[in-house]
Each structure stands twice: as structure tokens, then as C-alpha cells.
């Protein structure tokens, strides 16, 4: 079974633009989640979709959005990009339901440079 | 706040020796806690997950970890290093709304 997978792997963007992360679950699972990782703040949680809509989320600005398809594909997007948006984004995928429903699943990340 | 406090930002053992990796959670409830491991430059793999089944839990790997709800700790352990196991490993729990907050992580260097 493959993978949680994220692209594209690497992004380099200028401030004020914008951009869109994918993430493909592993088959089956129908729950995704984001999260920013930095050196200054570690892992964060950003949302998390579940069946196309948007079950949680956390504490980022507005311009951190994201969307889920009904092949439980993700995307997420950040617009009018910041200096401080350079991170690496993960995805996660879960079951959703039955007995393993919560344990999550990561992709590789795709690392966000913004210049 | 729930939280979880990974006690040592570097770990330096040498090949063949124990590892021990400290966290420490806060709740008022048995919760859902996980161990994962970051290589460079890459994702996060879970090496063990503790759902209140049993309290000693055991991981791929090689590696365990014991939850000791007297003393708030989920500490990860392993007999015997190896080269390959160094790396980022964060402690995790699941909030009630099922988001996974994590510790600050520690890094674990492996000397020949």
C-alpha cells in the first residue's frame, strides 16, 4: 500500500505570492491534517479535513487555508506569503474510523522557501 | 494547557549502549500518547503508540516505552543503539479533539 504522498517535495516562492501544497492519503483513509514545522516553533497543527470538510483547526492567520476533494486528496494553500512562512509542511493521513481511526500517517513534506 | 515535555534536547549514546529518550505529559486523563522519529530530511515515522491497552508498550525497531501515570511519564527505551538510529524523536499526544500536539523533540546522536 502506497504511502502518504506530498508534492511537490521542495518550493521556492517570493513574499507576496502564493501557494498550493498537495497531499495524497494513504488508500482508505479519509481524514487529513497539516502541520508547519520550523526550528523556532516546532510542529504545529494548522487543520484538519475529514470527508471534504474542515473537522479542526488551529491557531495560523487567515491566509492558511485548505480544502479536501472526495477522493480524500488534500491541498493546502497560503496566500501573500511571509518571510516566516519558510517551513516544512506535513500531511498526515488516518482511517477516520475503526480501532487504528486516529493514528496518523505523514508524508515526506514538502519544504517551503520564501525568499 | 495539555502539553508534553520532552526533558533533553540532545541525546549522545554509543553504539551498543541503552537509549533512553524522557517525556513528560500533563492531563487529567490517561491519554493518548506516540513516539515518532524524524530522519533528515524526511517525514515522521510512528515507532509506537500507548492507548491505555497495556502499559508497557512495545515499538518497531527495537525501542519500547513504559507509561507510568504515578509519575506523568512516557520515557522510550531501547537495549542497544545503532547507527542507524540516529535522528529527531518526538514525543506526541492527541488532544481531545483528536489534533496531535507535540513535544520540542530530541535528538538522538549515535557515536561509532
Known amino acids: 500500500k502506497a504511502g502518504v504522498t506530498q508534492t511537490p517535495r521542495y518550493l521556492i516562492k517570493t513574499r507576496g505570492q502564493q501557494v498550493t501544497l498537495s497531499c495524497s492519503p494513504i488508500s482508505g483513509h479519509r481524514s487529513v491534517s497539516w502541520y508547519q514545522q520550523t526550528p523556532g516553533q516546532g510542529l504545529q497543527f494548522l487543520f484538519e479535513?475529514?470527508?471534504?470538510?474542515?473537522?479542526n483547526k488551529g491557531n495560523f492567520p487567515g491566509r492558511f487555508s485548505g480544502r479536501q476533494f472526495s477522493n480524500s486528496r488534500s491541498e493546502m494553500n497560503v496566500s501573500t506569503l511571509e518571510l516566516g512562512d519558510s517551513a516544512l509542511y506535513l500531511c498526515?493521513?488516518?482511517?477516520?474510523?475503526?480501532?487504528?481511526?486516529?493514528?496518523?500517517?505523514f508524508g515526506a513534506g514538502t519544504r517551503l522557501s520564501v525568499l | 494547557a495539555q502539553s508534553v515535555t520532552q526533558l533533553d534536547s540532545h541525546v549522545s549514546v554509543s553504539e551498543g549502549t541503552p537509549v533512553l529518550l524522557r517525556c513528560n505529559y500533563s492531563?487529567?486523563?490517561?491519554?493518548?500518547l506516540f513516539w515518532y522519529v524524524q530522519h533528515p530530511n524526511k517525514g515522521l515515522q510512528l515507532l509506537l503508540k500507548y492507548t491505555s491497552a497495556a502499559t508497557l508498550v512495545k515499538g518497531i525497531n527495537g525501542f519500547e516505552a513504559e507509561f507510568k501515570k504515578s509519575e506523568t511519564s512516557f520515557h522510550l527505551t531501547k537495549p542497544s543503539a545503532h547507527m542507524s538510529d540516529a535522528a529527531e524523536y518526538f514525543c506526541?499526544?492527541?488532544?481531545?479533539?483528536?489534533?496531535?500536539?507535540f513535544g520540542s523533540g530530541t535528538r538522538l546522536l549515535v557515536r561509532p
Open positions: 492531563s487529567s486523563y490517561s491519554p493518548s
Open positions: 498526515a493521513s488516518s482511517p477516520g474510523s475503526g480501532t487504528a481511526k486516529n493514528i496518523q500517517y
Open positions: 479535513y475529514f470527508s471534504e470538510t474542515q473537522r
Open positions: 506526541v499526544r492527541m488532544d481531545s479533539s483528536y489534533k496531535l500536539i
